[in-house]
């Protein structure tokens, strides 16, 4: 978590001083100083020239983190002023980093023409002032963002519900393409929706960042977290901002919302006001999210999953990566959103698998539309830049080949006949766009754009015959230059005579030296007027220069005003047309999603899963989707298993399936496996699998793998025993549990026992679909007497001496671990591999005078113990003579040496 705090950034205690005595600084200093503590908490870049620079504890973090060099500009107070700068034009590669590092950048300007501050005095400082606020939730730039991720705001607020309970409202806004989304949850979900969302930055009240029973989720979120004040925050305001935002009289257009949803998205709106200095992105309007409305998945088990990263924090090797064959990154970004919460409602479920079942079954138009999707940029993104005055020429231009292929795609997919709901709702938004939007832009704008408007020379040449006019004009001059350099150089007799342009001097005729002191006398003194001596040469200007510089000037700045009134009408009707063409996103969006997918399914070979209301898990040849294009790049196959958890009879509760087998032989490969058909299947993908009969799965507990979290003083055992402890205090009859070797960081015993117990009260008190890897032989006999838990083992074999694994889980239960043999393979030195040898024949054989069954015949069973509670432990009979002696003195009337004596015979008594 980076948290932003206003001690990283505060003013230094000298500017604070010379706050108070502005008479003992620079006006430029006084000027910093003013803007820096209106901005305490954030990194002020500012503007000088084409630099911005930061002064005093600002330079400091900004030359640690970007790595740039810290130097000085002056005296302070008697103190040097620690500097550094970034030019402005790479300051976004700068910003990228700063962002990332979790800081807030504050972006000051100059907001006057230098002239006009030079008419007020010599003296007098250039007007600056800070027109954006840069925060890892805020930016829309194209080169800070992430192609295929959300850049989600989210902002939490919450209402008392009891004296000891909160409803917790969720605002989730991406200011990048108009998102915008709403839900209720309660303390208990609050971790698992942050961690669906996977925000860049969330914002909250103060009471709730500093509520100590919430500390723990800021510091595990990975999002920068900046607490807000909470005036205008509380629901009325609230409910009175987002009236305003939207001009609307009622939110009830919009859905029915609670007022912690109110708090939540007003505090969204406020912040992004705050950011934004006026400028309004398209938001659409708040989409409430129904409750159970996805899978919950805690922030644990996608960890342990990888879906979206691995481990290592890389998206490369997760899920994600593996099933994204997206053509665009709206689409990339939709498929991530699906994946981080799959459905719950069958229906909506089978709407999304109708939807790639239509082109696994026709390639023609499946590829068709990938062609033309592959030439559709980020049109969601180029609008919302366009809306906050951020745009270029090239959105614009972004906005008229999307618009152009969406209703080319729209065609496509109208021409085939009969196609799924979801693609047809697609197709039809497609279709509201305005059709001739797309040819303006496309007939206005050039075939190569600069990256900014104020660069010019993005209108298509005919396009305007005025704009041709001028541009002539500027060509034209520089043939005039041309001529009036060889014309000077004749009448000199300077061949080397040259007529160059800077920015200080404009234009100017630069001779060598020699010939520059020529020019100081007659008869050309009356010609050229001396500008400037370098080592080598003489710099001159003339009056006949002079007017063409003029004309040259002028052509060039009533060009640009020309562009720049082309680009301000086009902007004009693009945002007119906002509401279409963010439909028009999210429906290419959703037909690239389903078009990848199909293209997934053909690829690999997946099927179409059904999923309903019961409690059915059987998965035919089901596979693991990463670890099966890992194997497929080294040309090696995958073994496919069976996986069967459905409910058995009249039972409604799914079974409970203990794996055993050997190190190695996959059983963590297994279960995830099945964890992840369960998420490909919600999301609406196909499967990797023969066949897949999924009950709908409402929560998604994983524990496998071991880490240690030592930052927070927990050891490798502890974090299992927190994550299994969550695990079985949550999950309810329509969850998957995963569980891989439960209690082996600790001793045997205790680890056997925990294990044992946590199966038990799976079995009776959670009543949900499991699978339960381990090394505990002894529990596979609790398949005998719980009638939905049963054995499946990993088959090996033994050649030679050397195991073999074969990956193939069956019936049974396995009788050894091959430890020793996996201890081999992994190098371990002869000597210490026979003397374990040598160690487990020894404890076997004890083993073996011990049956396993006689253990389980000892051990009461978790359902009894749940029926009934054990009884009070019985009063000893007979009478007690302590007691009874204790009754008999008369502690009042002894004196000390007699009290002494009673004690020596109460003493006895014991």
């Known amino acids: 978590m980076h948290s932003t705090s206003p001690r990283d950034t505060k003013t230094p205690p000298a500017a604070t001083a010379a706050s108070a005595d502005p008479g003992r600084v620079t006006p430029m200093m006084a000027q910093y100083i003013e803007i820096k503590t209106a901005n305490p908490d954030s990194l002020l870049f500012y503007r000088m020239g084409d630099f911005y620079e930061l002064f005093f504890a600002d330079a400091e973090i900004a030359s640690r983190t970007l790595g740039i060099v810290l130097t000085k500009r002056g005296k302070h107070l008697g103190e040097d002023i620690a ?67 959300a850049s989600l705001l989210v902002a939490v607020a919450r209402r008392r519900l009891s004296d000891v309970g909160y409803a917790y409202g969720i605002a989730a806004v991406d200011i990048s393409t108009g998102r915008f989304s709403v839900l209720e949850t309660d303390a208990r979900g609050l971790p698992v929706e942050l961690a669906r969302l996977d925000p860049r930055e969330i914002v909250c009240p103060d009471a709730i960042h500093e509520d100590p029973e919430l500390k723990e989720i800021w510091r595990d979120v990975p999002a920068a977290v900046t607490p807000l004040a909470r005036e205008g925050l509380d629901p009325a305001s609230g409910e009175r901002r987002l009236k305003e935002f939207f001009g609307v009289a009622t939110l009830d257009a919009f859905g029915a919302f609670s007022r912690a949803e109110i708090a939540a998205a007003a505090a969204a709106l406020a912040y992004v006001e705050r950011t934004q200095f006026g400028a309004r992105p398209p938001l659409s309007p708040p989409r409430r999210e129904g409750e159970s409305a996805t899978m919950l998945i805690d922030a644990a088990t996608r960890a342990n999953l990888e879906l979206m990263r691995t481990l290592s924090g890389e998206r490369a090797g997760s899920l994600l990566a593996t099933i994204d064959r997206t053509q665009t990154p709206g689409g990339s970004r939709l498929l991530a959103e699906r994946l981080a919460g799959p459905l719950t409602d069958p229906l909506e479920i089978a709407g999304r698998h109708d939807a790639v079942a239509a082109l696994v079954e026709a390639p023609g138009l499946r590829e068709d539309l990938r062609r033309d999707l592959a030439r559709v940029p980020d049109i ?22 999307g618009l152009e292929a969406a209703r080319a795609i729209a065609a496509a997919l109208l021409r085939h006949g009969e196609i799924p709901p979801e693609l047809r709702e697609a197709a039809l938004a497609l279709g509201r766009t305005d059709p001739d939007l797309g040819a ?26 005025a704009l041709d006019e001028l541009r002539l004009l500027q060509v034209d001059s520089r043939k005039v230059i041309a001529q009036l350099q060889a014309r000077y150089a004749a009448e000199t007799g300077c061949r080397t005579l040259r007529i160059k342009h800077n920015s200080m001097l404009g234009y100017f005729v630069e001779v060598p030296q020699a010939v520059g002191e020529d020019f100081l006398r007659e008869p050309w003194r009356a010609v050229f007027v001396h500008r400037q001596t370098m080592s080598d040469a003489m710099r001159f200007s003339s009056v006949e220069l002079g007017e063409l510089e003029a004309k040259i000037a002028s ?16 902007t004009a009707a693009v945002l007119a047309q906002a509401e279409p063409i963010k439909a028009a996103a ?53 073994v496919a298993n069976d996986s069967e958890l459905s409910a058995a009879g009249k039972s ?9 087998g050997p190190n190695m032989a996959g059983k963590s490969t297994f279960l995830r496996q099945n964890a992840l058909i369960a998420v490909l299947a919600q999301m609406g993908s196909f499967v990797p699998a023969q066949s897949a009969h999924i009950g709908v799965v409402d929560r998604l507990f994983s524990r496998v793998g071991a880490a240690d979290d030592l930052a927070r003083g927990r050891s490798t055992f502890m974090v299992e025993m927190v994550e299994t402890a969550a695990i079985l205090n949550q999950a309810g009859p329509r969850a998957l549990v995963i569980l891989d070797e439960i209690g082996r960081g600790t001793a045997t015993f205790d680890g056997l026992s925990i294990a044992w117990a946590a199966i038990e009260h799976l079995h009776e008190a ?16 609790l398949a005998e007497r719980l009638d939905r838990v049963v054995n ?119």
Not at 559 to 568: P, R, T
Not at 590 to 608: N, Q, S, Y
Request: proline share 6%; net charge neutral.
């Open 652 to 660: 409604r509760d799914g079974r409970i399936c203990l794996i055993t």
């Open 440 to 465: 303006r832009l496309s007939a206005t704008l050039a075939e190569e754009l600069p990256l900014l408007k104020r660069d010019g020379r993005f209108v298509r040449e005919g396009f305007d015959g």
């Open 792 to 910: 499946a083992t990993v088959r090996v074999t033994e050649w030679n001496g050397e195991v073999v694994f074969l990956h193939e889980v069956v019936p049974g239960a396995a009788d050894r671990s091959y430890g020793i043999q996996v201890a081999k393979l992994a190098g371990l030195p002869p000597a210490v591999v026979e003397r374990a040898r040598a160690i487990l024949g020894e404890l076997e054989k004890s083993e073996r005078e011990k049956p396993v069954a006689a253990l389980v015949d000892d051990l009461p069973l978790f359902a009894a113990q749940l029926r009934s509670p054990p009884p009070a432990p019985a009063v000893a009979a007979g009478p007690d003579l302590l007691r009874e002696a204790l009754a008999g003195l008369d502690l009042d009337e002894m004196t000390p040496r007699e009290a002494l004596e009673a004690l020596y015979r109460l003493k006895g008594l014991n």
């Open 380 to 401: 969601a993104r180029a609008l919302s830049r366009l809306a906050l005055d951020r745009g270029g020429p090239r959105d614009l231009a972004a906005l008229g080949a």
């Open 766 to 781: 959670n009543r949900c679909r499991a699978l339960f890897a381990t090394h505990y032989h002894e529990l596979t006999a």
């Open 586 to 638: 999210l429906a290419l969006a959703a037909i690239d999603v389903a078009a990848a997918l199909a293209e997934l399914a053909v690829d690999g070979g997946w099927t179409r899963p059904l999923v309903d209301e019961g409690a059915a898990f059987a998965i035919k040849a089901g596979r693991h989707p990463v670890v099966e294009a890992a194997l497929k790049r080294e040309g090696q196959p995958f």
């Open 555 to 570: 052509a060039a700045d009533r060009a640009l005003k020309l562009e720049l009134s082309i680009f301000a009408d086009l």
């Open 83 to 149: 500097m550094c700068g970034v030019p402005v034009d790479r300051a976004d590669d700068y910003l990228q980093r700063l962002i990332a590092a979790g800081h807030r950048v504050a972006v000051c300007e100059q907001t006057e023409d230098p002239a006009e501050a030079k008419k007020r005095g010599a003296k007098s400082v250039v007007k600056r002032d800070v027109v954006r606020l840069v925060t890892p939730g805020t930016i829309t730039e194209e080169r800070l963002l992430e192609p295929g991720r």
